[in-house]
């Protein structure tokens, strides 16, 4: 995703543009920090990649 976040949560839904809704999410930044999220709503704009069954970025634990 643009601005060095992550997201990784379970897809609700998504429409024509990628715009997404998530739930149980969590948000990575790559200061180490993540903060947890019940529902976002991401713009499909500034999704750049996206990984099936992804958890995250290696060493978030």
Same mark, same amino acid.
């Given at each position: 995703?643009? *601005?060095d976040k =992550? &997201?990784?949560?379970? /897809?609700? *839904? &998504?429409?024509d543009y990628v715009n997404m809704v998530l739930e149980d999410v969590t948000e990575f930044d790559y200061s *180490? +920090?993540?903060t947890? /999220?019940?529902k976002i709503? /991401? +713009?499909g +704009? +500034?999704?750049c990649? /996206?990984?099936p069954g992804g958890e995250g970025p =290696? *060493?978030?634990a």
């Open positions: 995703m643009k *601005g =992550e &997201f990784s949560g379970t /897809l609700l *839904g &998504f429409d *180490g +920090n993540h947890k /999220l019940p709503l /991401l +713009n +704009n +500034n999704i990649m /996206l990984i =290696e *060493g978030a």
